[in-house]
DNA sequence: ACGCCCTTGTGAAAGCACGCACAAAGTGGG
DNA sequence: CCCACTTTGTGCGTGCTTTCACAAGGGCGT
């Protein structure tokens, strides 16, 4: 614990630099379950699938956290990153929408790992409000404005039919909530202060599409190369 | 129909662009189906919630399907799309995992739009095969094989948990499917022939604490601008 | 038939992102 | 104590993306 530089990094981390901690994270966990204390940037990369690189660069945006002759303590890694990403703290997140989809991610353990909390899953049919999902009792939406104050809701999750989209979003925004996820294929209309991220599944499929015919029109011009896999063998 | 150059564009989408034609098309319908038959890059790329000149230059890479001083029509650019996207033909789908999640996708109205055709949905445990989901019934995941031949899948969806993942995976590649959709939270190992491309809540939710942390933490030192939302009103 | 006005399509510039390749820094053995 | 080896952190070149700004093209009113 030398007092070294003490500025790290100095604010302002690159959208593709964060978009990738999250992948970092789960791979050290993944290793620090397996009782591994240290990985270099060749084998961490390899098991997030990316260039050795790019990960060394990364990393080095949140401060030096490495040895040099040795790697990253593991323990130590995912502390920083999760500090990093604010999963230091706890975040409530409200599902909109007790469909399959709103259900799935209800029960998606954990929600990823801890940091985030769901604070309540909402409905605006009455046939399923007072259902129990995943040890959560759905409740209607009309509660949504006193939910969020109550709970101090931060994170707002669309799960609901296209249609309905737009107005539990407007009613999120007007309710306080600056982050919202959204699972319905509609582009949401939100003032520049709240921060939108969507999940697409039709235009992931059609993007494969775009490439599967790629390959099938006689032989592509250029190989695939999608953006996220295609990764050599181990 | 005059003669034209015969060679609008000459093969090489670029990637980014790939990407944003799904939210043209989806855009676009709406507006057809509101009976409107000619747009403006401004308005489309409004309703798009893209810049104007983003999205001209994205629809340059099809060709010149515009007017000037008018417009685009409607019906023809989703046509263009809709080719380029590779939607003009069917594609066949396989969902591994009748969870909440697999069921889900199964139910999402004609998957986006047409264009895909779920030809199978398969699970391992035995307690939900036979089960009907929207129209089909679950198979077993040991039809895996039979169906890829015998129904021509081209796209393979995985909904399973994180440790089947891969498994699933090898079999859709082995079976000779060179495109995978991945929802499971692990990166997957494939061969370099294969497209792989992931949605991953657990990564989304993490990038949005990032922001939101960054909001909370004292004012930002810049604006959150989401790579996808954060439009100004309408 | 002419000219005004609107909108497209695209050069050119600026900004990011990626990956190579290497110097710097730390470890461990002799 | 020194040297050989390992691995980090980063300067730099390259290519992709985005955005601006405007010339070229086409419709419409007179």
């Given amino acids: 614990m030398t007092p070294r530089s003490t500025r790290p990094r100095e604010r302002g981390i690159p959208e593709a630099t964060v978009a990738r901690l999250p992948v970092y994270l789960r791979a050290l966990q993944g290793l620090a379950e397996r009782g591994i204390l240290t990985v270099s940037s060749e084998d961490l990369a390899s098991a997030a699938g990316v260039n050795s690189a790019k990960l060394r660069k990364d990393l080095s945006h949140l401060g030096s956290y490495g040895t040099r002759g040795v790697g990253y303590d593991v323990d130590y890694l995912v502390y920083q990153i999760s500090r990093e990403l604010g999963l230091t703290q706890d975040w409530s997140v409200a599902i909109v929408g007790a469909g399959n989809l709103g259900r799935a991610l209800a029960n998606y353990g954990g929600f990823g790992?801890?940091?985030?909390?769901?604070?309540?899953?909402?409905?605006?049919?009455?046939?399923?409000?007072?259902?129990?999902?995943?040890?959560?009792?759905?409740?209607?939406?009309?509660?949504?404005?006193?939910?969020?104050?109550?709970?101090?809701?931060?994170?707002?999750?669309?799960?609901?039919?296209?249609?309905?989209?737009?107005?539990?979003?407007?009613?999120?925004?007007?309710?306080?909530?600056?982050?919202?996820?959204?699972?319905?294929?509609?582009?949401?209309?939100?003032?520049?202060?709240?921060?939108?991220?969507?999940?697409?599944?039709?235009?992931?499929?059609?993007?494969?599409?775009?490439?599967?015919?790629?390959?099938?029109?006689?032989?592509?011009?250029?190989?695939?190369?999608?953006?996220?896999?295609?990764?050599?063998?181990?």
Same sequence: chains 1, 2.
Avoid: M, W, Y
């Avoid at 919202?180 to 999940?199: E, G, H, T």
């Fill in 113 to 234: 790992t801890r940091g985030f909390r769901i604070a309540a899953l909402l409905d605006a049919d009455e046939g399923v409000v007072g259902d129990e999902v995943a040890g959560l009792r759905v409740g209607h939406i009309d509660t949504l404005e006193d939910v969020v104050s109550a709970e101090r809701v931060s994170i707002g999750v669309i799960a609901v039919p296209a249609v309905a989209a737009q107005g539990v979003c407007d009613r999120f925004v007007e309710a306080g909530v600056t982050s919202v996820l959204n699972f319905a294929p509609v582009v949401l209309n939100v003032p520049p202060a709240v921060d939108v991220r969507k999940v697409d599944l039709s235009i992931e499929l059609q993007i494969l599409a775009f490439h599967a015919q790629r390959k099938a029109d006689g032989r592509a011009t250029a190989p695939p190369a999608g953006r996220i896999g295609a990764k050599e063998k181990a």
